[in-house]
C-alpha cells in the first residue's frame, strides 16, 4: 500500500522503565513535531522505578487526530518481559523491531508481520565502555534505525541534540555516533525507508509541544500564586515541580535575591489543603495538586473552605485508584467526589481543561474565580494530559491584565464603613465583602467558622440564621455559572436530534469519532462542558437533543449523573458512552459504543452504517 | 460562664503604649464552664498582649477544634480569629503565616486536637519551625464531647464516673523538645504570675513557641483521682524558675541582683529574664530539659516555667529563603512574568 501510511501511523516503544528510555522516545516524537507533522505521545508506565515494563505511544496523524489509537503499526520492542504481548499487538502487515544481539523465539514470529532484527547489545558493548553509557545508547541507537526507516531528517535530530546538551558538546558527539550506529545498520541490511513513514509539512504553525502539568504550573506562576502547599502523588506531583521550576527562574526578587514565592511540602493532603486555605485567609494566592486518594484526604477541608467562604484552588490531577499500580494510569473518575467534596450541603465549583493551553488558562484564571467567589475552584485534569505530551496552542497573556481580587476591604473602605458584615449580601448576588486580617486596627477583624454565625459573623446556633445563609450560598452558586468558563458548542444551530457531550481529554477522540461518523453521513451536533455549576446553554442542549451521548473515562457516568441531579433531565436519552480500563479512551472505542445504541435505529429506519 | 459583662471600665485604668487599655483586646463573652481553666488563660493571653502593646490587629488568634479552640473567641476581638478543622490548626496556621511573615500568630489548640486528631500537624509544624505561640490548654480529657479520656490524661487518672485510664499519657512537652521545637514550656492555668511573662516571651520569641498549660476541666476532670484536677496540679507543681519578659527599651537588669538570674536575648531585641534557676538548670540545654522533665514526671511533679530556648533560632521563611515582603502585599507588578517572557517560554517548547 504505497504512501497510504505517509504520516498517519501508531509506533509504541516498549522498553523497561529506569533505563533512560524516555528521553530517547520524546527524541523521536519531537523530531516527528519539528517536521511539521502533529504527534501525539503517551507514556503507559508502571508504578515503579526500575525493571518493569513501560511503553511509549506515539500517535502521528497528517489529519490533526491527537487521540489515542488502537492497534500499533511499528513495534520498538527491546523489552523481552513484555515481548510475547508486544508481538501480538502489532497490527497486521505492520513492523516489529528487537535487539536480534539473541535470536528470535520462534513462538514469537508472526506470519503478517516484517520482523526488523537490530543487534542492539552487540553494537553497545563493541562501541561504548561504560556500563550506563551501553544502556542509555542503546535506545539512542534505535532512534537513528527508526530515523532511516522512517526518513527522519536527519538534521532535525542534530538540532535536538544540540538543544539538549547545550555546552555538552562531546554528549552531543556520542549521541550522534549512536544514532549513526542504527542509521548506517539499516542501511546495510534493509530495504528503506518503510511503506509507514514521514514527510516533512507544515502543520504545526506557531503550536508547542508540552505536558498539562507543566502548564497547570506555569498557569499558576503567571496567576499570582505565591503560597504553595503540596503532598507528592503521582500523577499530580509535576505540577508542582512545574510551579517551582518556572518560579525558580521568574520569581526571584532582583534586588535581594529572595523568592516571590513560598512552597512546603507538606505531611500530608491533609496540612497541604490546610495551609492552601490558611494562606488564601490571609491574602495570598495559594494552591495545592493532588490526585483522587489526596481528594478524598481534602473533603473536610473543603467544606470548611467552602462554607467559610475561603478561595481555594485545587488541581486534581485524576488517576485510577486506588493503592498503587492502575493509578498511573488516566481516568476521569473524581468527578462526582469533586463537586459534592465534604459533608453537609456543599456543591464546588469546577473546570475541565482539555489541553495544555486550558491547564495555562484556567490554573490562572482558577485564582480570579475563587477570589471572586470566595470559594474552592476545583480544576479537573487527568494523568493523559497532565502527564502526556500534547501538541497545543501556544500560551497567551495580555499585560494588560490585572488580578480580579474579588471583594476584598482596604483600610480606607473599612474606615467609612458603618458596620462591616462579613456574610451581608450588600450587593444582592450572594458574594459577601471580606478582609484580609491586618488590615484596620479596629474595623473588619471577624471571627472565620464554619456555619455557626449570623451575616455579622457573630456566633449563633439560630437554625433561622443558618437556612438563610444556606440560600444566600445557594444564589452565590447561581451567580457562579456564568462567572466560569463556558461550555463550547460546535454549531451554531443544531443540525441533528443527536448530541455528544464530552470534556477534558474526552474531547481528541470525541472530535475524531464526529469527523469520522459525518463522513460516514451522519451528523451530531456536540458541546463540550468547561465547568460546573451548568448553566442555561448546558441545559439548552439536552433539552433540544432527543439522545444525548456523554462521553467520558470511568466506570458509572459520573458526568451523565451529575448532569441528570443538577439540570433535573430524563435519564432515558442520556446515553453514556464509557471507557475505564485506564487507557485514554479512543475513536473507535467511542464509535463503537454509538453504534451499538444507534444500530437498531439505523437497522429499522436508515440504512447509514458507521466505519 | 454566662453572665452580662458591665461595659462600664474604670477611666483610670492603665493605658500600654498604643494608649490601649485591656478592653481593646477583649473579646466576646466566654461560654465555657465556670471555673474552666481556659478562661483564664485566655485572661492571661490578653494580659500579656495587652502588656506588649501589641496592636490587635497584628495578631491572627487561629484554633482547631475542641472547648479550648473556641476560646479565641473571648480574648483579643479586634483580632481575625480562625476557628478552623479539628486538628489541622498547625496547617492553617502555616499558610496564613507563608502569606504574611509579619502578623503575630496565636494558635490554641486543647489535648485531643494535638495529642491525638492533630499529632501529625503538631510534629510537623515544629519541624518546620513556623514563628508561632501555640498553646495547648491540656486538661487530660474531651469536654465538649462530655469528658472522654484525653491521650494526656495520665495512666491511673480517674474519670469523674470512676473508670480509670489504662494508657500511658503523652507528654507534650517532652515530644515537643524531642521534635526539637526551638521554645518549650509548661506551666499551669492558675499561675498568671508565671504564664503572662511566659506568653509574652513565646511572642516574642522567633520561631516555634510551645506552652503546654494544665488546664483543669472543672466539669469532666476535677475529681479527686484525676491528676489533671486544681487540687493535684496544685500540690504536684514545680517550677523551674520565674521569667520575665523585658522589653527592648526598659533598663536591662535594672531590678534584678545580679548572679540570681539569667537572661537571654531574643531576636526582636527584648530580654527574657530568668530568675531563681532551680540548680544546675541550664535553659539552653535541650538535653538536661529533656532530663529534668523526665525526673520530674517520675517523681509524679509537673516541672513549669520556661524548659527551653533556642534565641538564634531562624523560621520557616528564612528555611525557605522567601520574600522579606509579606507575600500577600505582592501584587502583578512582582509575580507575573508577563507577555514577552510568555512568548520566550513558547519558543522553547517548538
Redesign the interface.
Known amino acids: 500500500m504505497p504512501n497510504s501510511k505517509v504520516n498517519d501511523f501508531v509506533v509504541r516503544f516498549a522498553n523497561v522503565n529506569g533505563t533512560g528510555s524516555a528521553s530517547a522516545n520524546y527524541l523521536f516524537a519531537k523530531a516527528v513535531f519539528r517536521m511539521g507533522i502533529p504527534v501525539t505521545p503517551k507514556n503507559i508506565f508502571p508504578s515503579n522505578i526500575q525493571g518493569l515494563p513501560t511503553w511509549y505511544d506515539v500517535r502521528i496523524s497528517e489529519k490533526g487526530y491527537l487521540g489515542r489509537r488502537e492497534g500499533v503499526d511499528l513495534m520498538v520492542c527491546v523489552n523481552p518481559q513484555s515481548m510475547p504481548e508486544d508481538v501480538l499487538a502489532v497490527n497486521s502487515g505492520g513492523y516489529f523491531i528487537y535487539d536480534c544481539t539473541k535470536a528470535l523465539n520462534p513462538a514469537m514470529i508472526r506470519s503478517d508481520v516484517t520482523y526488523i532484527g537490530l543487534p542492539l547489545m552487540d553494537m553497545c558493548l563493541r562501541e561504548f565502555t561504560d556500563p550506563r553509557q551501553r544502556q542509555l545508547f542503546k535506545n539512542i541507537i534505535y532512534v537513528g534505525a527508526l530515523s532511516a526507516l522512517l526518513d527522519i531528517e536527519f538534521s532535525v535530530l542534530e538540532q535536538l541534540l544540540a538543544e539538549q546538551f547545550v555546552g555538552k558538546e562531546k554528549l552531543v558527539a556520542m549521541n550522534i555516533k549512536a544514532l549513526n550506529l542504527g542509521i548506517d545498520y539499516v542501511h546495510s541490511h534493509f530495504t528503506y525507508p518503510l511503506d509507514i513513514r514521514l514527510e516533512r509539512r507544515d502543520l ?1 504553525g ?5 505536558d498539562g502539568n507543566s502548564a497547570c504550573g ?1 498557569g499558576a ?2 496567576g ?1 500564586a ?2 504553595v ?1 503540596w503532598y507528592p502523588i503521582t500523577p499530580s506531583t509535576s505540577v508542582v515541580e512545574g510551579f517551582e521550576s ?1 518560579a525558580k527562574k ?2 526571584i ?1 532582583k534586588e ?9 511540602q ?3 493532603e ?15 494566592r ?1 494552591f495545592t495538586a493532588t490526585s483522587g486518594p489526596g481528594l478524598s484526604l481534602m473533603n ?2 473543603l467544606g ?1 473552605a467552602y462554607f467559610a467562604e475561603i478561595p481555594t484552588v485545587l488541581i486534581d490531577v485524576q488517576r485510577t485508584g486506588p493503592s498503587t499500580g492502575m493509578p498511573t494510569r488516566t481516568q476521569q473518575s473524581d468527578i462526582l467526589l469533586a463537586a459534592y467534596a465534604s459533608h453537609g450541603d456543599t456543591k464546588q465549583v469546577l473546570v475541565f481543561p482539555a489541553t495544555p493551553k486550558e491547564c495555562f488558562e484556567m490554573t490562572a484564571e482558577a485564582f480570579d474565580l475563587a477570589e471572586l467567589l470566595q470559594t474552592p475552584i476545583i480544576m479537573m485534569t487527568d494523568l493523559d494530559l497532565g502527564m502526556n505530551d500534547h501538541m497545543s496552542e ?6 494588560s ?3 480580579n481580587r474579588g471583594k476584598v476591604l482596604n483600610a480606607d473602605q473599612l474606615e467609612d464603613l458603618p458596620r462591616f458584615g462579613r456574610y451581608l449580601d450588600v450587593d444582592d448576588d450572594g458574594i459577601t465583602y471580606r ?8 474595623k473588619g ?6 456555619t455557626s454565625r449570623d451575616e455579622y459573623a ?2 449563633t446556633e439560630d437554625g433561622r440564621v443558618y437556612a438563610r445563609n444556606m440560600d444566600r450560598l445557594l444564589k452565590k452558586w447561581n451567580t457562579a455559572k456564568d462567572v466560569v468558563p463556558a461550555p463550547y458548542l460546535y454549531q451554531k444551530e443544531n443540525k441533528s436530534s443527536y448530541g455528544l457531550i464530552f470534556f477534558g481529554t474526552s474531547t481528541y477522540s470525541a472530535e475524531e469519532a464526529m469527523d469520522t461518523m459525518a463522513s460516514s453521513g451522519l451528523d451530531f451536533d456536540a458541546m463540550r462542558l468547561r465547568a460546573f455549576p451548568f448553566n442555561q446553554t448546558v441545559a439548552d442542549f439536552i433539552h433540544s437533543h432527543e439522545k444525548v451521548f456523554i462521553i467520558e473515562q470511568n466506570r458509572d457516568g459520573q458526568m451523565r449523573s451529575l448532569l441528570i441531579n443538577e439540570l433535573d433531565v430524563n435519564p432515558q436519552k442520556m446515553i453514556p458512552v464509557l471507557n475505564y480500563d485506564g487507557m485514554p479512551i479512543t475513536v473507535h472505542t467511542i464509535i463503537s459504543l454509538i453504534n451499538k445504541n444507534l444500530s437498531p435505529v439505523i437497522n429499522g429506519s436508515t440504512s447509514k452504517i458507521l466505519s | 460562664m454566662t453572665y452580662i459583662r458591665p461595659k462600664f471600665r474604670h477611666p483610670d485604668l492603665p493605658k500600654n503604649d498604643l494608649g490601649y487599655t485591656t478592653k481593646e483586646y477583649e473579646g466576646s463573652l466566654s461560654t465555657l464552664c465556670a471555673g474552666c481553666g481556659h478562661d483564664s488563660i485566655s485572661g492571661s493571653i490578653l494580659q500579656a498582649c495587652f502588656e506588649l502593646s501589641i496592636a490587635p490587629h497584628r495578631i491572627a488568634k487561629l484554633s482547631g477544634i475542641g472547648c479550648s479552640s473556641k476560646t479565641p473567641n473571648y480574648f483579643l476581638g479586634n483580632s481575625h480569629g480562625f476557628n478552623s478543622v479539628h486538628g489541622r490548626m498547625p496547617s492553617v496556621a502555616t499558610g496564613a503565616n507563608m502569606a504574611n511573615r509579619d502578623l503575630i500568630y496565636m494558635g490554641v489548640s486543647g489535648d485531643g486536637d494535638t495529642a491525638s486528631i492533630g499529632m501529625g500537624q503538631f510534629a510537623h509544624v515544629i519541624r518546620r519551625n513556623l514563628n508561632m505561640v501555640y498553646i495547648v490548654m491540656n486538661n487530660g480529657c474531651y469536654g465538649l464531647t462530655k469528658g472522654q479520656d484525653s491521650a494526656t490524661a495520665d495512666a491511673g487518672s480517674k474519670s469523674k464516673a470512676g473508670s480509670v485510664n489504662p494508657f500511658q499519657p503523652i507528654d507534650l512537652a517532652g515530644l515537643a523538645l524531642e521534635l526539637g521545637a526551638s521554645f518549650v514550656a509548661q506551666s499551669f492555668s492558675g499561675d498568671k504570675e508565671q504564664l503572662v511573662p511566659l506568653i509574652k516571651a513565646a511572642v516574642s520569641h522567633q520561631g516555634f513557641a510551645f506552652i503546654n498549660v494544665i488546664s483543669p476541666c472543672v466539669t469532666f476532670n476535677n475529681n479527686p483521682g484525676s491528676t489533671k484536677s486544681y487540687d493535684y496540679v496544685r500540690e504536684h507543681i514545680e517550677a523551674t524558675g520565674k521569667s520575665d519578659l523585658i522589653p527592648e527599651k526598659s533598663e536591662i537588669l535594672a531590678n534584678y541582683e545580679s548572679g540570681t538570674g539569667t537572661e537571654v536575648m531574643l531576636h526582636d531585641g527584648t530580654f527574657i529574664k530568668l530568675e531563681k534557676l532551680a540548680a544546675n538548670r541550664d535553659p539552653f540545654n535541650r538535653m538536661e530539659a529533656m532530663d529534668a522533665l523526665r525526673d520530674a514526671r517520675n517523681r509524679d511533679e509537673i516541672l513549669t516555667g520556661l524548659l527551653y530556648i533556642d534565641p538564634d533560632t531562624e523560621d520557616l521563611h528564612h528555611t525557605i529563603s522567601s520574600s522579606e515582603r509579606p507575600l500577600n502585599t505582592l501584587s502583578e507588578v512582582e509575580l507575573c512574568p508577563g507577555s514577552a517572557t510568555l512568548s520566550e517560554i513558547n519558543e522553547d517548547l517548538r
Open positions: 504545526i506557531d503550536k508547542i509541544l508540552i506555569l506562576v503567571y499570582g505565591t503560597v502547599a518556572y521568574l520569581r526578587d535581594t535575591g529572595k523568592r516571590n514565592y513560598a512552597i512546603v507538606a505531611e500530608d491533609l496540612a497541604a489543603i490546610g495551609m492552601v486555605i490558611g494562606a488564601n485567609w490571609n491574602g495570598a495559594s473536610e477541608f470548611l501556544p500560551f497567551h497573556w495580555e499585560d491584565r490585572k488580578y478582609t484580609i486580617p491586618g488590615t484596620h486596627p479596629t477583624s471577624f471571627f472565620t467558622r464554619g457573630v456566633y
